[in-house]
């Protein structure tokens, strides 16, 4: 009963460092999504996939890369750390139904901190 | 973007009372909403969501009112518990958007024992 994985929980960058932030689900999801939540405010998406070898952009998308090679794995890029990315980043997974897509299951969110 | 927002940034309410949480959005093509749960340091939950074809969905204490003429959804939690106390969020799902969801900034529910 895992359901979505983020590694690491927490991680401190300093400016212009790369690092992957690693997902995985097992709960066989077609979509899956990344999220930015900044201090006091709601969630933004960055990226999401429809499925395997699909992805798009969201509201947020600059300074950040994604892959999506398999159902289960959904690695978030970022390439050249920025403090403007300093943020809780969470990844989420979901489903169709009939015709909606379901409600998003969450993973407990990689805190990233850039200095 | 869409604009998703909630009223109140804040709440507080004496345990056993009824809470209301409102939440307006922007955009009248909106198909679906969801209710979430955030805990502090955990990830969001779902609550309960509602189609736009409907106008109330009740589940376990919570109840969610959908009306789509002013574009208002609201969250209602009876006999609150200290376990409620969390951040609220209300999401959208627009069906031209594709796959979806927007957020909006969140309520902050405090119970006070």
């Known amino acids: 009963n895992a359901g979505v994985t983020q590694t690491p929980k927490f991680r401190i960058l300093k400016i212009g460092q790369s690092m992957t932030l690693q997902c995985t689900q097992d709960?066989?999801?077609?979509?899956m999504y990344w999220y930015r939540q900044d201090p006091g405010m709601g969630l933004k998406l960055i990226y999401y996939?429809?499925?395997?070898?699909?992805?798009d952009k969201g509201e947020v998308p600059n300074g950040y890369n994604v892959s999506r090679s398999t159902t289960e794995d959904f690695p978030l890029r970022l390439e050249l750390a920025a403090p403007s990315q300093t943020s809780v980043y969470f990844c989420?997974?979901?489903?169709?139904?009939?015709?909606?897509?379901?409600?998003?299951?969450f993973g407990q969110g990689t805190r990233l901190t850039v200095v | 973007g869409e604009s998703v927002g909630l009223h109140l940034p804040t709440l507080s309410v004496q345990e056993g009372d009824n809470s209301i949480i409102n939440c307006a959005y922007s955009n009248s093509a909106s198909d679906y909403f969801i209710w979430y749960k955030q805990e502090s340091g955990k990830g969001p939950q779902f609550i309960i969501d509602?189609?736009?074809?409907?106008d109330k969905r009740q589940g376990q204490r919570v109840t969610v009112l959908l009306n789509k003429t002013v574009k208002h959804l609201s969250l209602q939690i009876a006999a609150t518990q200290p376990g409620d106390s969390a951040v609220y969020f209300c999401?959208?799902?627009?069906?031209?958007?594709?796959?979806?969801?927007?957020f909006g900034t969140g309520t902050s529910l405090t119970v006070i024992p």
């Open positions: 996939s429809v499925g395997a070898g699909i992805t």
């Open positions: 999401a959208e799902s627009v069906r031209n958007t594709g796959n979806q969801f927007y």
């Open positions: 989420a997974s979901s489903y169709p139904l009939g015709g909606l897509v379901a409600e998003a299951f």
């Open positions: 509602i189609r736009s074809n409907m």
């Open positions: 709960m066989n999801h077609n979509y």
